[in-house]
């Protein structure tokens, strides 16, 4: 955090990523579905007497997040689900 900071003032620098250092982009057209597999994995013991409060902050995933836990049979409140 102190590195960042000192980044951000001025007072340091990053070295820019060249050759094998640097990242590829690819596309992934079944993201989603893979992150709602994964969700549903972790959330996948009975939740059936679980009520959870969900607040999503109007993030990225707010979108699958009611249908995840609704799936798992989690009873939930959503909360920020509506960017």
Request: proline share 1%; charged share 25%; with cysteine.
């Amino acid at each position: 955090q102190s590195f960042i900071e000192r980044v951000l003032q001025g007072e340091a620098d990053i070295e820019e990523a060249t050759g094998l250092a640097v990242g590829t982009v690819s596309i992934e057209h079944d993201a989603i579905r893979y992150y709602k597999e994964f969700l549903m994995e972790l959330l996948c013991s009975n939740g059936a007497n679980v009520h959870a409060v969900v607040d999503c902050a109007n993030g990225a995933a707010s979108s699958l997040a009611e249908e995840v836990f609704v799936k798992s049979g989690v009873k939930v409140t959503m909360m920020g689900d509506k960017p």
